[in-house]
């Protein structure tokens, strides 16, 4: 019987170290390279400073306005596949009612310092560039 | 969304833990009652339990086989389950249960059992022939030494591993007690007294189950119940449910008193959600019923007749009961949100890979070990030549 | 693709008139592997977020980019990151009301009562990276763990799909995907802060609401943010060392 246990715990030592991988425990009690699996997952949104690399006349106008501060992609989405690959990808524009109403339609549960606006009430239709700037929107 | 009441946050919608982990900590407290029984006759030699002794110790090696099964299927990743003993993260509760449940499996139950039936084994070793006949030969481990001294040598060990076992079936059920009871984010569930409630609730069902099973094996027989031993088993049955009910309603009425901030969605709970599960069925069924069954029996000296039917419905609600604590323990406890804003509600499935019928196949699975337990290793038969080989030492 | 991005670059031979910061975030972008990048030194970070409970509007635009970004299951109970609004009778704290209809994905439409008395606000959640996480804590395997720049990560090839974890966060942060059966959670977009780019979440925040910080980086703004606001994080009793700063937190929030 203790043969047998001694067995046991022998195939226990053994499989332990076959099993276990090689980088765990590198770091703490885990893994290391699931640290570069985590890293390793593809951009969807470019960032900021990939946009203004080569729309840097926009980025310009847009520093002067109230949007200064509203990255690129907050409006015309995730756009990576076309950072890699500017000519290949083109975005679709942004439909310039509804994506404005995403954040300026008015609500009691905004700050009130948010400039906001009842869409119904403010222009019942058609596309708010008619009056505004996107892309510096002054507030007449 | 459908099923919910209130606020929760999103991602709670669903519940983790499902009926198979209900069962674990079922099957895992009968293992610990049905071993804390069996080590009672072993260690303070009461013989009144004696004819009980090895249809525990068969019983919970049953379930403790099984034991493991709920946890594994309901795993997202069943295969990767030996990373558990590969490279436990010692700072995690749940972690350990490879370790305790393997210590308690093999240096306890196997041992244990082996070293008492060793001397039976040989004996159908002996007599037997064919496929049998090599069947307990590699059970004795091929020595068929069963001299004066090498049972006497048995029996010193057994005695020892049984004091060993004693507090290794605590630590079986306290620790299981203790992966609810350490989780901070659920007050439903943090609290010290886990452990110690999952323990003796472990020890009445266990009591009972054996209680019950021994009930059922003497009918199967066709042998007479022995009278003093049941009495005795509904006694121990008796105290170790007061000693559970007192420590269940402490933690009660520790809450009710304190009323914490999850208080109030946690009575609401027990008054909506759980109302029939918890005080229903666990509460008045499964605690209060049998308690003032088996409190009449130790009062009143009844028939025998009638305490044989007292004590087989007094072991079968407390069975449903034990089962409603662990159910309401597990699922009650992410029916409402860490917000405490909202409920969710528990669907059970029932041909999925978590589901009822999964769970029905687990409960019914140690029996059908078991009987293949009884009919290998019959823990009745040799009755006077056990016993005499116990006196005579 | 990154052959293309380079020749591309290469091709146009444009002068590439940059800020020091916005060059060295494209060099790591371009660099493919991040821990090939020079520039990134785990044990140079320590993340947290900050969050101005007091700017969010409740766009949803957060939420939408975290699952474009990390391809996170397009189900109403399926989030790493969420937005809830908090609406709260003054005179009962005790009682707020609460919806996250959707995790906030689709923004949130007017309620219908609008009771001057009531206060109303946004909360933006997320995992809080917490320094003693419970969840880091549970994990019997070590597949979920703190990384060395403070940010809890799941290793999905190394998950058993226990679900204690979840059971252990107080935040309500971990769900199990239901395409690998492992659990899932906010990475601070580990792939991009590595990169040195901004989360997802941060990037697309119109109102600055939801800032990522650099707690071991000196001239990060989350230092200013800490010192000149009155800051709180969620569930401090838990004592988790959350590590997302709410600016304006009510007492009412869970």
Redesign the interface.
């Known amino acids: 019987m203790a043969g047998l246990f001694a067995v046991g715990i022998t195939a226990f030592v053994v499989l332990r170290w076959l099993m276990v991988p090689a980088d765990f425990g590198a770091l703490g009690h885990y893994r290391a390279s699931a640290l570069t699996d985590n890293m390793d997952r593809p951009l969807v949104f470019a960032g900021q400073a990939a946009c203004v690399e080569c729309h840097a006349d926009v980025a310009e106008v847009r520093a002067k306005g109230r949007h200064a501060r509203v990255s690129c992609e907050s409006c015309h989405g995730a756009l990576a596949v076309h950072a890699s690959n500017p000519a290949g990808v083109k975005p679709v524009r942004p439909d310039p009612r509804r994506t404005c109403i995403v954040c300026h339609t008015a609500s009691i549960s905004k700050p009130t310092s948010f400039p906001q606006v009842v869409p119904a009430a403010h222009a019942p239709e058609g596309s708010c560039a008619a009056c505004h700037v996107v892309h510096n929107p002054k507030i007449s | 969304m459908p099923g919910v009441e209130g606020f929760i946050y999103p991602n709670e919608l669903e519940l983790q833990w499902s009926v198979l982990i209900v069962l674990y900590p079922f099957i895992t407290g009968l293992v610990a009652g049905a071993f804390i029984l069996a080590s009672l006759e072993r260690v303070f030699n009461v013989e009144a339990v004696k004819p009980t002794y090895r249809l525990a110790l068969l019983t919970a090696l049953a379930f403790l086989l099984v034991a493991p099964l709920p946890l594994q299927l309901h795993l997202g990743h069943p295969e990767r389950s030996l990373e558990m003993y590969l490279t436990p993260h010692t700072q995690s509760a749940m972690a350990m249960f490879g370790f305790v449940y393997l210590w308690y499996l093999m240096v306890v139950l196997v041992l244990e059992i082996w070293l008492d039936y060793r001397r039976d084994i040989v004996l159908k070793w002996r007599a037997s022939t064919g496929l049998s006949k090599h069947l307990y030969g590699a059970m004795a481990l091929w020595s068929d030494n069963i001299s004066e001294s090498a049972l006497k040598l048995d029996d010193r060990i057994g005695r020892a591993l049984t004091v060993i076992g004693i507090p290794s079936a605590f630590l079986l059920h306290g620790y299981v007690g203790f992966i609810f009871g350490s989780i901070k984010a659920n007050p439903w569930w943090s609290t010290p007294l886990m452990p110690i409630v999952f323990l003796f609730s472990a020890i009445v069902s266990g009591i009972a189950c054996i209680l019950l099973l021994y009930f059922v094996t003497c009918w199967l027989r066709r042998v007479p119940v022995d009278m003093a031993c049941v009495d005795t088993i509904a006694t121990y049955l008796f105290y170790a449910f007061l000693v559970d009910f007192a420590l269940e309603m402490l933690d009660l009425i520790h809450r009710l008193y304190e009323a914490d901030e999850s208080f109030r969605a946690l009575d609401f709970m027990v008054k909506t959600r759980l109302f029939t599960s918890q005080i229903v069925v666990q509460i008045l069924l499964g605690t209060l019923v049998p308690l003032v069954m088996l409190a009449v029996t130790q009062l009143v000296s009844l028939r025998e007749r009638t305490r044989r039917v007292l004590y087989v419905l007094a072991g079968s609600l407390t069975m449903i009961g034990i089962f409603a604590m662990r159910w309401n323990v597990v699922i009650g406890g992410q029916l409402f949100s860490k917000s405490f804003l909202g409920y969710t509600t528990f669907k059970m499935e029932f041909a999925t890979r978590e589901g009822l019928l999964p769970a029905i196949v687990l409960m019914i699975l140690p029996f059908v070990i078991l009987w293949v337990l009884i009919r290998l290793l019959p823990p009745w038969g040799h009755g006077e030549g056990d016993r005499g080989r116990r006196a005579g030492v | 693709?990154?052959q293309?991005?380079r020749t591309?670059l290469g091709q146009t031979g444009?002068l590439?008139?940059?800020?020091a910061?916005?060059?060295i975030?494209?060099e790591h972008?371009l660099a493919g592997?991040?821990?090939d990048a020079p520039n990134y030194r785990?044990t140079d970070h320590w993340w947290g977020m900050s969050i101005d409970i007091?700017?969010?509007?409740?766009?949803?635009?957060c939420v939408r980019?975290c699952k474009?970004?990390?391809d996170v299951p397009r189900e109403?109970?399926?989030?790493r990151t969420?937005v809830?609004?908090y609406?709260v009778d003054p005179a009962d704290r005790d009682?707020?009301?609460?919806?996250?209809r959707?995790?906030g994905y689709d923004?949130?439409h007017?309620?219908e009562v609008?009771d001057p008395n009531l206060k109303?606000?946004?909360v933006p959640?997320l995992c809080n990276h917490c320094t003693h996480s419970?969840c880091v804590?549970?994990?019997?395997?070590?597949?979920?763990?703190?990384?060395?720049d403070g940010v809890v990560?799941?290793?999905?090839?190394?998950?058993?799909?226990?679900?204690?974890c979840?059971?252990?966060?107080?935040?309500?942060?971990?769900?199990?995907d239901p395409r690998?059966?492992?659990v899932d959670k906010c990475?601070l977009c580990?792939?991009?802060i590595?990169?040195g780019?901004?989360t997802?979440c941060s990037?697309?925040?119109?109102?600055?609401t939801r800032v990522l910080a650099d707690l071991k980086d000196p001239k990060d703004p989350i230092h200013a943010f800490l010192r000149e606001h009155m800051v709180q994080v969620l569930k401090p009793q838990?004592a988790t060392g959350s590590r997302v700063f709410y600016n304006g937190l009510d007492g009412s929030v869970?």
């Open positions: 693709m990154d293309d991005r591309f444009k590439l008139v940059l800020t910061s916005a060059a975030a494209w972008v592997r991040p821990e785990s007091e700017k969010c509007i409740g766009c949803g635009t980019a474009t970004e990390n109403e109970f399926m989030f969420w809830e609004r609406v009682h707020p009301q609460v919806d996250s959707n995790g923004g949130f007017e309620r609008l109303m606000f946004f959640k419970p804590q549970v994990c019997p395997v070590g597949a979920t763990f703190e990384s060395p990560l799941v290793d999905t090839a190394y998950c058993l799909g226990c679900r204690y979840v059971q252990a966060c107080p935040y309500g942060c971990r769900f199990i690998t059966e492992t990475t580990y792939h991009r590595t990169r780019l901004t997802a990037e697309t925040c119109p109102t600055g838990m869970r």
